[in-house]
C-alpha cells in the first residue's frame, strides 16, 4: 500500500461519519438542500465543507469502527443532521404556510409560479414570503450560524456516540409550535382586515341589494390586501427573524455551541 493511502486509510471511517452528518445537513437546510443547485454542487460543497469540519473534531472523540458498528454509526450520523436541518427549515415553512394562507384568502391561490424545489407549482404570495425569509436568513448569518451549531454538536455528541433522544424530539415537538404560532401571527394582520371587508360587504350586499357585491368585493378584497401587506411586511421580517434567533437559541442548548 503506498504511503499516502496508509496515513489517510486510519482517518477514513471517521471522516465518513462526519461526511454523514454534513450529508443529513444538506438534505433540508435552507439553501443547502434547494433542488435549484445542481446535485454535483450540493456534492462537492459537502464533501469541502467535511474536509474544514474534521480537522476541527478533537482527536480523543474520533473512535475506529468497522463493519455492522459503522453502518449504525452512519445512520446515527445521518439522523443528527437531519434533525439540525429540519429544525432550521421550520420557519421558513411557517413563513410560506402564512403565504398560503393568506393568498388562499385573498383568491391569488389562482396565480401560480413554478417553484423548483417541489417540481411543480406554488402560490404567489407564499413565495413571495419564503424569499423575503430567505433575505433575512443571509442577512442574519443564519448560514453561519447553522454550520457553528453543526460544529458544537461534535463536542456534545462525538461522531458515531448516539441516536437523537428525547432532547431532540421535544426540540422538535417544541419547534413545530413555534412554526404554527409563527404562521398564524404572520397572516393574522391581512386575515384580520380580510374577515372585516367581508362583513362590511355583508352589510352593504343586506343595505343595497342591487349592489353585486361579488364582483365588487374580490377586486377591494385584492387591493386592501395588498395594502395591509405591504404595511406589515416590515413587522413579519421581524417576527421570522425572532423565531430564527430563538431557534438557534434551542440548538445550541442541545449541541452544546
Known amino acids: ?125 407564499g413565495q413571495v414570503l419564503l424569499l423575503t425569509a430567505l433575505t433575512i436568513f443571509l442577512l442574519m448569518d443564519g448560514h453561519r450560524a447553522l454550520l457553528s451549531s453543526l460544529i458544537g454538536s461534535f463536542e456534545r455528541i462525538p461522531p458515531g456516540g448516539r441516536m437523537p433522544d428525547g432532547h431532540w424530539l421535544a426540540l422538535l415537538a417544541g419547534l413545530l409550535g413555534s412554526m404554527v404560532e409563527l404562521a398564524v401571527r404572520v397572516a393574522a394582520p391581512v386575515l384580520c382586515l380580510v374577515f372585516i371587508e367581508a362583513a362590511m360587504l355583508g352589510f352593504v350586499g343586506r343595505t343595497i341589494p342591487q349592489l353585486n357585491v361579488l364582483s365588487a368585493g374580490f ?14 411586511v416590515g413587522f413579519m421580517g421581524h417576527a421570522f427573524a425572532g423565531a430564527m434567533r430563538e431557534t438557534f437559541a434551542a440548538l445550541a442548548r442541545v449541541t452544546g455551541s
Do not use: K, N
Open 219 to 232: 377586486p377591494l378584497r385584492i387591493g386592501l390586501g395588498l395594502a395591509m401587506l405591504a404595511l406589515v
Open 1 to 125: 500500500m503506498p504511503e499516502s493511502l496508509q496515513i489517510i486509510a486510519p482517518h477514513a471511517p471517521a471522516f465518513l461519519l462526519v461526511l454523514s452528518r454534513m450529508a443529513g445537513l444538506f438534505v433540508f437546510a435552507p439553501m443547502l438542500a434547494s433542488a435549484a443547485v445542481p446535485l454535483r454542487i450540493r456534492t462537492l460543497l459537502a464533501v469541502a465543507l467535511c474536509l474544514c469540519v474534521y480537522p476541527l473534531i478533537p482527536p480523543d472523540s474520533l473512535a475506529a469502527w468497522a463493519g455492522p458498528q459503522l453502518v449504525l454509526a452512519i445512520v446515527s450520523e445521518l439522523a443528527v443532521g437531519l434533525v439540525l436541518g429540519f429544525a432550521v427549515l421550520l420557519p421558513l415553512i411557517a413563513m410560506r404556510m402564512a403565504g398560503t394562507l393568506i393568498g388562499q384568502q385573498l383568491g391569488l391561490d389562482l396565480a401560480e409560479v413554478y417553484h423548483p424545489d417541489h417540481g411543480g407549482s406554488a402560490d404567489v404570495v
